[in-house]
């Protein structure tokens, strides 16, 4: 009897731990593949040139293969994107947890998290069709499709995340601090500000990042919106192509194996590092800031 | 058993004789007290006064905590709590709609059950209080907070780590901080809700033997499970049971000859 159950059991733990790996090799073989595609291109451009190099023309004879701008292109539309989406997230998410009552934060929140079961291209199709020609008009500028429509349509995207993570950091404050400090004399302002805020900062910053990763992994919007061209750019109203957009857009044409084939793969690597980077900060600041709430004795 | 009576029978004789020399400070009159609607506190008179440590006691759920935090309006945090009756402070309503409830607040400490430090520098814990009510001065500030965390007891052990974590501290440690936290803003009145329910002997010695001291500048009113520590610490005692105040008097009138049955029965620990 005994026997059996335990054979049951370690039938079950093996099934287990094969399901769970399952995720984690294909994770593994998706980056091999990555890279063995994308590695060839460095013996065609120095490692160097290919990241600092200013021309991207990779149909030109001879091609160049340089992403300097592209990588401008997406460091600045997140960049952008996120100085929208941060201060709107984050207050967002002081209203709901602080200020709103119960019942208001509770159609609130979800309202919000609705935002991100928008599909991105419907939100590059807005931007397109009804952000675009507003610009245009506006800012009397020769095409809506630049940089700060794709900041302001990503800035969409990432409000949810960076709302409802930080909304979950500082609903996850201790009670007792807020009412330390209001019994102390301070105002609620007060006591959000300078206690709240502090006490919740790593969850804040991990919801942030993530917003961030989020923005630069994002590939349809700025496919649709942000404008296509390979250029560094000199203003915000100028058309940018990131490196998703780069990659989405060319991977059809390029034959494969060649060298705008194995360069569009290396794009990926370096847009993998830079998505990889953002998730390993937010994981570090989450576990080293790591709130210790109430006092354990 | 005596029938529980409204509580201006309670008093005692001994009670009166204490008090008649010091001022009133905190007078609630008739105060019941409300969680949506479930009654917690029903019709309770009670008087504090000047220099007085006072001690509330009674079972889990009695409504002595939620007494105190009336006293400084904590309880206004709860939505759904409504008030009746009068508390007095110096003769003012403090739930008169004119009264600034931030000022009140500044004007009355609070020690929590559990120690609660800012995760901030044990500094800039005790600073908090300051900054809040306006005073910007450093030398000043470093001056009431080294005061503060004297008054505390605690400032020969945290002297040299002043601007380091509150959060590494022990737990006894952490509540004098609190209570330094609390004196630094000068308050006239320092409530406690059960504040060594966490602590380990050595440590709740301390913060009596604090009591003792404060009890000279501060009108306290300290809630408390412990039996020997009310009598250790207080001049009068208060035993609430079910939402009512059932018996006041001078703490040694309390336990030794109480008037009302249920008291002595709680304090011998027959029941609760």
Known sequence: ?297 | MPKVQATSSGESVTYKEICVDKPVKIEVKHLNFYYGKVQALQDNSLDFHINEVSALIGPSGCGKSTFLRCLNRMNDLISISRVEGNILLDGLDIYDPSVDVVMLRSRIGMVFQKPNPFPKTIFENVAYGLRVNGFKNKTFIEQRVEESLKLSAIWDEVKDRIHKSALELSGGQQQRVCIARALAVEPEILLMDEPCSALDPIATQKIEELIHQLKKSFTIIIVTHNMQQAARVSDITAFFYMGRLIEKGGTDTIFTRPKLKQTQDYITGRFG
């Open chain 1, 1 to 297: 009897m005994a026997n059996k159950r335990q054979i049951t059991e370690r039938t079950m733990h093996t099934l287990f731990f094969v399901v769970a790996s399952a995720s984690i090799v294909m994770l593994f073989m998706i980056m091999i593949f990555l890279f063995m595609e994308g590695i060839p291109i460095f013996n065609e451009v120095s490692v160097k040139d290919f990241i600092f190099g200013k021309y991207w023309y990779p149909t030109s004879e001879p091609p160049d293969f340089g992403i300097l701008s592209l990588i401008v292109a997406s460091l600045s539309v997140t960049l952008l994107s996120a100085l929208i989406s941060i201060p709107l997230g984050i207050l967002t998410a002081i209203y709901i947890a602080e200020i709103a009552s119960k019942k208001v934060g509770e159609i609130i929140k979800p309202m919000v998290e609705l935002l991100a079961a928008l599909p991105s291209v419907v939100i590059g199709f807005f931007g397109m069709v009804l952000v675009a020609p507003f610009l245009q008009n506006i800012f009397n500028i020769p095409t809506g499709l630049n940089l700060f429509n794709a900041s302001l349509m990503l800035a969409f995207m990432s409000i949810p995340t960076i709302c409802s993570l930080s909304e979950d950091a500082i609903h996850s404050v201790p009670n007792s601090l807020r009412e330390a400090s209001l019994a102390l004399g301070a105002t609620h302002l007060e006591t959000i500000l300078k206690v709240v805020l502090p006490a919740s900062l790593s969850g804040i910053s991990t919801a942030v990042i993530l917003g961030m990763s989020r923005a630069i992994g994002e590939t349809m919007v700025v496919l649709m919106v942000a404008g296509g061209a390979a250029l560094i750019p000199e203003s915000i109203f100028d058309p940018v192509r990131p490196m998703p957009a780069s990659i989405a857009s060319e991977m059809a044409e390029a034959p494969f194996r060649s060298a705008h084939y194995h360069a569009l793969f290396a794009t990926g690597i370096v847009l993998f590092i830079f998505t990889l980077l953002f998730n390993i900060i937010a994981d570090h600041i989450a576990h080293k800031y790591k709130q210790v709430g109430e006092a354990t004795l």
